[in-house]
């Protein structure tokens, strides 16, 4: 997993090759506690690379197998870097799950140490040259960092248990035990260092937001199982690694194309469907309530006077306040209404089932946690609290107002337009 949080001063892109003096690196734009957090982690992984290359011997037959694990990442890498320059476009902040912790911990079961951090350094080098391509090179380096550490801290549990004499697999039930706890410890601590920058980086952003889609841990969890299967061929059969290439393949096709598929489908300033993908669930919906013969009411919401905070405080700002209303909504919401963002400060919630009564109680409901909500935003002089947030409203109802997406939502602005007119901070429901 790597990191692609975003400083408050929004995501820069730098050309991929373009030699820039360290006077002038982005690194030195980031808010201090972000800037020694991430140097912290930089001097660390430097530390275990010196420790390891001091005190650990390397071998003929270990360089053979380094030579066959980094062939095959180089190989997989070079097959879906497609995919992964899409998916490090899409994945705008948050964890970046990816497959390269596969050969890394191959890699730890298998190999020196020293030869696993130069495992880390060529694939995140390789990736940098032919996959990320525009990114700000310090957060390639701190994920780095975060695999150097993460592989250090699961070769010492591995050593600890005396159970792994390089190469070799441990046998038995304790043998498993050990590969489990391995594992687990590469999982955590890369997790967690990873989760403390996207923090650190965003202080005022919802913790899921930090910790991302859990689900997605499962990918992590795949590879970490695969890199247990691979280096048990590097050690007893080495000759079908080549065979093995086929399943991290269809594996990584399997596991990461819907996470694409779901960040394509989602907005991602607040969380919600994106309009195109709202507008097409919205529409299935429709047709099943015309089908059973069940009422739908559509709710168009805009925040009230959302211009005067970007211009006071500025868009980051905006952002926030933007994500604190959608989390309102969210919270509000039943299970199986339909939300999503159709651009700026507009809203939009599709209610299966929903009466016009039950538009009123939800609406009451929003307004009120809107009037209370407080959100910390950052501004060049600190942090200030914006609170008595508003909304207005409009609704309509299907089938007396329309049964298709674009009828009822031409509908519903109306009668929001009319919310606002007649002194916002309320519902319209549509005549």
């Known amino acids: 997993m790597s990191v692609n949080a975003e400083s408050p001063q929004g995501r820069i892109h730098e050309h991929r090759l373009r030699l820039v003096p360290p006077f002038r690196w982005r690194l030195w734009g980031l808010p201090r506690p972000v800037l020694a957090y991430v140097l912290l982690v930089d001097v660390a992984a430097l530390a275990v690379i010196a420790t390891s290359v001091a005190f650990t011997g390397v071998t003929g037959a270990d360089l053979t197998r380094f030579l066959v694990l980094t062939a095959a990442a180089v ?21 970046y799950v990816n497959l390269k912790s596969l050969w890394v911990f191959a890699s730890v079961i298998v190999l020196p140490l020293p030869l696993v951090m130069a495992l880390t350094v060529i694939s995140y080098l390789y990736c940098w ?7 700000m090179v310090f957060r390639k380096v701190f994920s780095a960092a975060t695999f150097v550490l993460a592989s250090g801290a699961s070769a010492a549990v591995l050593d600890a248990t005396g159970l792994v004499v390089r190469p070799g697999i441990p046998e038995g039930p304790l043998g498993a035990l050990a590969l489990v706890a391995a594992a687990a410890v590469w999982w955590l601590v890369n997790f967690a260092l990873v989760v403390g920058a996207i923090v650190l980086s965003n202080p005022t952003a919802p913790a899921s937001r930090a910790v ?26 080495p000759w079908l690694v080549a065979v093995l290439m086929v399943t991290v393949l269809a594996l990584h ?30 529409g299935a919906e429709l047709a099943r309530a015309r089908q059973h013969g069940r009422p739908v009411a559509m709710l168009v919401l805009d925040l009230d006077h959302f211009r005067q905070v970007n211009n006071e405080h500025g868009h980051v700002a905006g952002d926030q306040v933007l994500r604190a209303a959608a989390a309102v909504l969210r919270g509000e919401l039943r299970r199986g209404d339909l939300v999503g963002r159709f651009g700026g400060d507009e809203l939009v919630v599709l209610l299966p089932g929903a009466t016009a009564g039950d538009v009123r109680d939800i609406a009451a409901r929003i307004l009120d ?52 007119r007649t002194g916002r901070d309320r519902l319209c429901l549509a005549s």
């Open 75 to 95: 190989v997989h890498l070079e097959a879906v870097r497609g995919i992964e320059r899409l998916r490090e476009v899409a994945v705008e902040s948050g964890p």
């Open 129 to 135: 040259l032919r996959v990320y391509g525009h990114t």
């Open 212 to 237: 991302g889609d859990l689900a997605d841990q499962l990918v992590v969890a795949a590879a970490l199982g695969l890199g247990v299967g691979l280096a048990a061929l590097l050690v007893f059969a």
């Open 253 to 282: 096709q399997g596991l990461l194309m819907p996470q694409l598929q779901r960040a394509a489908q989602t907005d991602g300033k607040t969380g919600l469907m994106e309009a195109t993908y709202w507008s097409r669930m919205a």
């Open 369 to 420: 946690r809107l009037r209370a909500l407080v959100v910390a935003v950052p501004t060049v002089t600190g942090q200030v609290e914006i609170t008595g947030l508003t909304a207005s409203m409009g609704a309509a109802l299907s089938p007396d107002h329309g049964t298709e997406v674009d009828q009822l939502i031409l509908v519903a602005d109306q009668a929001l337009l009319r919310a606002k």
